[in-house]
């Protein structure tokens, strides 16, 4: 099965970075990493994936450690809006496995 | 652009029934998943379907069964309900393949009683 293990949970203060850490020891060569968020009351939302290199969109930055056993999730500027349940997964064959997630707060 | 719609919003079924809940795909997206998220836990897959054929399953009983039409829009079918069914069930829809990113609607929030 694939695992991922992240934080239960975080603390950040609004206006400030957030790096949100995953540990996915099982990861083979081919699985991307993704990264999805769950805000209260909704079904979870894309933010990013990866492979390799570190990547960038509009929402959040992702870093993949080079032996790609770990990544970090980097919120530039936490919003009040940021707050929620993320999700960092791999897939292993067909499926996509959610782990707990890690809860972040951000404090105004 | 429509995005991914769930239907009922709400469903209250007791033990041993049946039910079907229903996912429209966003436009365009040719693969649905499905996840059960029981409360303050993540989403499990349940299984995916990719141009109307099951394409994965996860670790749940045959009498979670889906189907997927040619409108690529799909349905999840519970058969002999348990109490341990209650939970929010998610459908995703995407272009094909996990590489892409998933669009969740909103849910169905259904009660075993």
């Known amino acids: 099965d694939a695992k991922t293990t992240q934080p239960n949970s975080m603390e950040s203060n609004e206006e400030e970075p957030v790096h949100l850490p995953c540990n996915h020891s099982?990861?083979?060569?081919?699985?991307?990493i993704h990264w999805y968020r769950q805000l209260p009351s909704q079904g979870p939302e894309y933010v990013i994936h990866?492979?390799?290199s570190n990547v960038n969109n509009r929402m959040a930055s992702l870093a993949i450690a080079e032996d790609r056993k770990s990544s970090t999730l980097i919120l530039h500027r936490a919003t009040l809006r940021d707050a929620a349940v993320y999700y960092c997964?791999?897939?292993?064959?067909?499926?996509?496995?959610f782990g707990g997630g890690t809860r972040l707060m951000v404090k105004p | 652009e429509t995005g991914v719609t769930q239907s009922p919003t709400h469903l209250i079924k007791t033990r041993g029934q049946q039910v079907t809940l229903r996912c429209s795909s966003q436009?365009?997206?040719?693969?649905v998943s499905w996840y059960q998220q029981a409360l303050g836990q993540g989403p499990q897959f349940i299984f995916q379907?990719?141009?109307?054929?099951?394409?994965g399953r996860g670790n749940f009983p045959p009498r979670f069964s889906g189907l997927q039409f040619p409108n690529y829009s799909s349905e999840l079918n519970v058969n002999a309900l348990e109490l341990d069914d209650s939970a929010l069930y998610l459908c995703?829809?995407?272009?094909?393949?996990?590489?892409?990113?998933?669009?969740f609607g909103p849910g169905t929030r259904l009660t075993v009683l």
């Open positions: 995703a829809s995407s272009l094909g393949g996990f590489r892409d990113e998933q669009f």
């Open positions: 099982t990861i083979s060569g081919t699985d991307y």
């Open positions: 990866g492979l390799t």
């Open positions: 997964l791999h897939k292993a064959g067909n499926m996509l496995t």
């Open positions: 436009s365009g997206h040719n693969t």
């Open positions: 379907y990719y141009r109307e054929e099951e394409n």
